[in-house]
């Protein structure tokens, strides 16, 4: 069912790769609900997914950009605004690696280089698309942006290494960004703290499976997919959500604040 909540407004998607990546599903319900798009991905990511196939099914032109770059987004950001003949409404941040993860490297014995890469590209990479938006006036009055965080960024989840201290400085850009934007235009800038979701990236984490199984156990409503979390994109893009900024949205079917479940309870009963 659409609404058409986002009739006649723009979008930026970072970091759709296939079908089974959020900002895929993000940008086919943000062109279901009338929005038009710019879809942007690195170079190499473009190479190994199917970009260009979500281009053709919602009609957007894709813009190769790797977001740690100041002059690739700069070029990007003004290609989008020439797109739309002005500033867009809104803009997607769904980008995250780490080479620890990808290396096996263990936290306690993390290498430093690989850590810096994961926090340039993981957290820094949103600080400059939007200080590029900022400085370009790229973003209408009443826009809105939203990064993809995870909960580790508050709790301990070992496994997800030196991504839960990227997560945590996404989650502090957004604070500080969803201030000095919104005095300057209005501009709202918050993060979406999704269920543990099968993508590409999220099932690379070792033990993923446990964890979703924990997760989804552990939540009153069960673990939120990937559809769901587009849905509340839109509705975080639409303007039922002017005066929503500077938050953590909890998208998890209520893990975040349950201690333990009847579930999870009768599960270990039943070990003992």
């Known amino acids: 069912m659409t609404y058409n909540l986002l009739r006649e407004k723009k979008g930026l998607i970072f970091g759709a790769l296939d079908e089974n990546s959020i900002a895929w599903k993000v940008a086919l319900r943000c062109h279901e609900e009338g929005a038009s798009i710019t879809l942007s991905n690195a170079p190499i990511a473009m190479r190994m997914g199917k970009i260009g196939e979500l281009a053709k099914m919602v009609n957007a032109e894709v813009i190769p950009a790797d977001a740690i770059s100041t002059d690739d987004l700069q070029k990007l ?27 096996n490297k263990p936290y306690t014995d993390s290498n430093y280089e690989f850590m810096a890469k994961t926090m340039d590209i993981s957290a820094l990479s949103l600080h400059k698309i939007i ?75 070792a033990g993923f499976d446990i964890f979703f199984n924990y997760a989804d156990g552990m939540s009153p409503l069960g673990n939120a997919t990937a559809d769901e979390c587009a849905d509340y994109c839109v509705s975080m893009f639409s303007d039922l959500s002017k005066k929503v900024t500077m938050q953590n949205l909890f998208h998890d079917g209520g893990y975040s604040f349950t201690g333990v479940s009847e579930k999870m309870m009768q599960l270990f009963n039943e070990k003992e």
Not at 89 to 102: E, K, T, W
Not at 150 to 165: E, K, L
Not at 176 to 197: A, D, E, F, L, M
């Open 131 to 205: 200080q590029t938006c900022y400085q370009l006036d790229a973003l209408n009055e009443n826009g809105s942006i939203l990064a993809l965080t995870y909960i580790a960024a508050q709790r301990v989840f070992p496994n997800y290494n030196d991504m839960a201290d990227a997560k945590a400085l996404l989650e502090s850009i957004t604070r500080s960004w969803g201030y000095h934007y919104g005095v300057k235009k209005k501009v709202r800038v918050n993060t979406i703290s999704q269920s543990p979701t099968y993508t590409t990236a999220g099932s690379g984490v």
């Open 77 to 103: 950001v003004q290609r989008t605004i020439e797109i739309n003949n002005g500033p867009f409404d809104f803009v997607l941040h769904s980008i995250g690696m780490s080479p620890n993860v990808r290396k």
